[in-house]
């Protein structure tokens, strides 16, 4: 990585993103007084649009269902500047949803998805793309994807050579990871979803350095660990950095992982060093912690300038 201009593809999600907000304290099995909106979403579909806002030349592999939703994500996402021209339309399944319950606070207390749509694309799917893989500079997967596609995405690695970066998604997808750790450019991560791949203590800074140094032991060059309020902690050889955020009036967390990991992955692409990126990262996830949706339409390619 390094290349300025450079083209990333990423592969993953997308999905109408269903939000509800408690207006006051949660209870339980009955009815809950909240605020309820919509947006396209999709771990993947997140990165990608990111990305493109932030400048970069970004193409997305995915799938969505023939209907309107599924029509809504590719013309909103397009107009952000991803070419969704590979996205597979399935006349077989609806498109993906997510279902995010979220406290007074903004912060999620529950996520639901079905993603079925995505077992649509299968390692063929991934081969036929041929085209814009081997002309990518770095890809981004999400471990929505089978886990036979993960493995021919890293088969590709290996033979086309492009970076790859692998966003873990959640707790019981998160282990999928864990067989393409080796040759590795960044696992991008969460406490809980680190913990799915490897039993770890992350408490402490002397905790996070040992659990840094553990990935890059088993093949990862970086890892990129989201640890919400706490901010992010960033290992990449024998050390690593702890990077905490600014305090934020939080509208609505979904999304702000997504375009935490777009940012320093578009700073990787720079050439920036780990800190700058970070950096970046954590401005692009703030503008998006302040935004109630999945992506802030105030990324933009002013904020790499601005570092």
């Given at each position: 990585?390094?290349?300025?201009?450079?083209?990333?593809?990423?592969?993953?999600?997308?999905?109408?993103?269903?939000?509800?907000?408690?207006?006051?304290?949660?209870?339980?099995?009955?009815?809950?007084?909240?605020?309820?909106?919509?947006?396209?979403?999709?771990?993947?579909?997140?990165?990608?649009?990111?990305?493109?806002?932030?400048?970069?030349?970004?193409?997305?592999?995915?799938?969505?269902?023939?209907?309107?939703?599924?029509?809504?994500?590719?013309?909103?996402?397009?107009?952000?500047?991803?070419?969704?021209?590979?996205?597979?339309?399935?006349?077989?399944?609806?498109?993906?949803?997510?279902?995010?319950?979220?406290?007074?606070?903004?912060?999620?207390?529950?996520?639901?998805?079905?993603?079925?749509?995505?077992?649509?694309?299968?390692?063929?799917?991934i081969e036929s793309q041929l085209d814009i893989l081997q002309n990518?500079?770095?890809?981004?997967?999400?471990?929505?994807?089978?886990?036979?596609?993960?493995?021919?995405?890293?088969?590709?690695?290996?033979?086309?050579?492009?970076?790859?970066?692998?966003?873990?998604?959640?707790?019981?997808?998160?282990?999928?990871?864990?067989?393409?750790?080796?040759?590795?450019?960044?696992?991008?991560?969460?406490?809980?979803?680190?913990?799915?791949?490897?039993?770890?203590?992350?408490?402490?800074?002397?905790?996070?350095?040992?659990?840094?140094?553990?990935?890059?032991?088993?093949?990862?060059?970086?890892?990129?660990?989201?640890?919400?309020?706490?901010?992010?902690?960033?290992?990449?050889?024998?050390?690593?950095?702890?990077?905490?955020?600014?305090?934020?009036?939080?509208?609505?967390?979904?999304?702000?992982?997504?375009?935490?990991?777009?940012?320093?992955?578009?700073?990787?692409?720079?050439?920036?060093?780990?800190?700058?990126?970070?950096?970046?990262?954590?401005?692009?996830?703030?503008?998006?912690?302040?935004?109630?949706?999945?992506?802030?339409?105030?990324?933009?390619?002013?904020?790499?300038?601005?570092?």
């Amino acid at each position: 990585m390094g290349k300025s201009g450079g083209k990333g593809v990423v592969i993953g999600g997308s999905n109408v993103d269903i939000r509800g907000r408690v207006k006051g304290e949660v209870e339980w099995n009955t009815s809950n007084p909240a605020v309820i909106s919509t947006s396209q979403g999709g771990v993947g579909r997140n990165i990608a649009e990111n990305l493109a806002r932030l400048g970069l030349k970004t193409s997305f592999i995915s799938a969505v269902g023939d209907d309107f939703s599924g029509r809504q994500i590719l013309e909103n996402t397009g107009e952000a500047g991803v070419d969704v021209s590979r996205v597979h339309t399935c006349s077989s399944h609806n498109t993906g949803t997510y279902l995010a319950f979220l406290e007074v606070s903004g912060d999620m207390l529950l996520g639901m998805s079905d993603m079925d749509v995505l077992e649509t694309i299968g390692p063929e799917y991934i081969e036929s793309q041929l085209d814009i893989l081997q002309n990518a500079d770095f890809v981004v997967a999400d471990t929505n994807l089978s886990p036979g596609v993960l493995e021919a995405i890293g088969g590709l690695r290996a033979r086309l050579g492009f970076a790859l970066i692998l966003e873990t998604v959640s707790v019981a997808k998160a282990p999928r990871a864990a067989p393409h750790l080796r040759g590795l450019k960044v696992l991008a991560t969460n406490r809980e979803e680190l913990r799915a791949i490897k039993p770890l203590s992350l408490e402490t800074p002397s905790d996070l350095n040992q659990a840094g140094r553990a990935i890059i032991d088993m093949g990862c060059e970086i890892l990129l660990l989201k640890m919400g309020p706490a901010g992010l902690y960033v290992h990449q050889g024998q050390g690593g950095i702890h990077l905490k955020p600014e305090r934020v009036e939080i509208k609505d967390a979904t999304g702000a992982g997504d375009s935490l990991v777009a940012a320093f992955v578009a700073g990787l692409q720079l050439g920036w060093d780990l800190e700058k990126c970070s950096r970046l990262a954590l401005k692009v996830a703030r503008l998006t912690l302040e935004w109630p949706g999945s992506v802030s339409p105030r990324v933009n390619p002013a904020l790499m300038e601005e570092e």
